[in-house]
């Protein structure tokens, strides 16, 4: 099929190189000349496994172009996706349409074929209502232009992974033609037997937010638990093997630590909750306030932890291991690993931060804070350390060989990953979120 990604940021650069795969011929749109120059001769702007080699494949086959024009998206393409960001307005908690409506009103008077037009972006609830009243007002009135939406359930750092393999495909749609449209582009996925599951545009847009908050509730939920083992003596690692044993419950997203952040759960629950407002139930919603206040309480824990350990931080070096908000990625958009570098900073600290990935992002966002090439710079004359973000190389530390390359014998495991008897065995100070190692179970947070 003729298909275009419009927008080609994280989701749409991921949709188009994935739908290239699948056998489309796929165009991708950005206003941006820079971006599309630098899409068309391969370069991705962000990092993501496995999807260079994609856009590299599929650029130089011809089957995957880049445009600024809509008016050659419009008169060449029969499926149009939308890509674009909705990001969190400034100084509220609700979600900005602005770039999705602009998509569609744009697409509405250049299109001059029958075609779809497919929402993935995250969108309030009557989002796609309130686009399809749009479409309706700005397009030829001789075309059929049909709506639906089809929200992307993608996980960095297994986006391509998630998008060609993907463990359900929803749909909302007005006219179940459009769903058959929709399982001809998807019909790789329908021959593996994923879940293709046809709804109204409504509980589409509503089972993305519904997702995203159901997992940070998760991993709030065990790290509340986090602060009654670490007040009692407990071992949060033991709790969560044991809750995730229970069938009804599961395994996933119970590993207590740092808590949650890049640009979609911490967004979306806040958008989640200024759209129920607006419609009159905000005590539905009420119970994520908490799920959030609990996970921005795992940042002021590490860093109290810090304190502890130290006795002050004035004046000392820290080595902060990771500044991406997970591993495989380097998105710093909301990271608890960079918010606590940046407290650590604030509060008197000298700190080096290394992220196998996200430095570059990273000081860009704050140029204050020093960044380190290597984990062995990072570490060097630090008198604590912290492992901040979950990456491989910083998993597979072991204590005799991070003695070779700093005088520390004080790490703060914020992730939960590293076997605390090993290091203390090995006469190191060590203190990780909900474990019984971990000293001194106040909370008062530590201000500059």
């Known amino acids: ?5 419009i927008g080609t940021g ?7 190189a994935c739908l290239a795969e699948l056998g489309h011929d796929v165009l991708g749109l950005d206003t941006d000349p820079l971006k599309v120059a630098a899409l068309a001769e391969g370069e991705l702007p962000f990092f993501e496994p496995g999807l260079a080699e994609l856009l590299h494949r599929h650029v130089a086959s011809g089957r ?16 149009h996706f939308l890509g674009v960001g909705t990001p969190q307005r400034q100084g509220e908690g609700s979600a900005d349409t602005t770039f999705v409506e602009d998509a569609v009103r744009s697409l509405a008077e ?35 232009i049909g709506l639906a939406w089809n929200p992307e359930f993608l996980r960095e750092g297994f986006a391509v992974q998630d998008t060609l393999r993907p463990d359900r495909i929803v749909v ?10 929709l399982r001809a582009v998807y019909s790789a996925a329908d021959e593996l037997g994923v879940p293709f599951i046809i709804t109204d545009f409504e509980t589409a847009e509503l089972v993305k937010m519904a997702a995203n908050a159901f997992l940070a509730t998760k991993i709030s939920f065990i790290n509340a638990f ?31 630590g740092l808590g949650f952040g890049g640009g979609c759960l911490p967004k979306d629950i806040r958008a989640l909750q200024a759209r129920a407002s607006e419609l009159g139930h905000e005590r539905s919603m009420r119970f994520l306030a908490e799920v959030e206040g609990i996970n921005l309480r795992r940042r002021e824990r590490a860093v109290f932890l810090a304190a502890s350990m130290l006795g002050e931080l004035q004046g000392k070096k820290v080595a902060a291991l990771g500044a991406a908000f997970k591993p495989d ?15 650590l900073f604030d509060a008197g600290a000298d700190v080096s931060v290394y992220d196998p990935k996200a430095n570059a992002n990273a000081s860009q966002r704050f140029p204050r804070l020093a960044y380190a090439d290597s984990l062995s710079d990072a570490v060097a004359d630090a008198d604590l350390i912290l492992l901040l973000t979950e990456w491989d190389e910083f998993r597979s530390l072991s ?23 090993q290091w203390t065995a090995a006469g190191w100070d060590f203190a990780a979120l909900g474990r019984r190692h971990t000293p001194v179970p106040d909370y008062a947070p530590v201000s500059a």
């Open 1 to 5: 099929m003729k298909i275009s990604v």
């Open 10 to 16: 994280y989701l749409g650069a991921t949709h188009a």
């Open 64 to 79: 995957l172009r880049f445009t600024t024009s809509y008016e050659e998206v419009g008169a060449w393409a029969e499926v």
């Open 110 to 144: 250049t299109i001059t074929r029958d075609a779809l037009i497919v929402g993935k972006s995250t969108v309030p609830v009557g989002t796609a209502q309130r686009l399809g009243e749009i479409l309706a007002r700005h397009q030829d009135p001789s075309l059929k």
């Open 172 to 181: 909302g749609v007005d006219d179940a033609a459009n769903a058959s449209t």
């Open 226 to 256: 986090s602060e009654i083992t670490e007040a009692v003596g407990g071992d949060i690692q033991t709790l969560a093997a044991g809750l995730g044993l229970d069938e009804r419950i599961g395994p996933k997203f119970l590993r207590a």
């Open 329 to 343: 990625s380097d998105d710093v958009r909301d990271s608890p690993a960079l918010d606590v570098a940046v407290r």
């Open 399 to 421: 204590p005799d060989t991070l003695a070779v390359l700093t005088p520390a014998r004080k790490i703060v495991d914020a992730r939960n990953v590293l076997i605390a008897d």
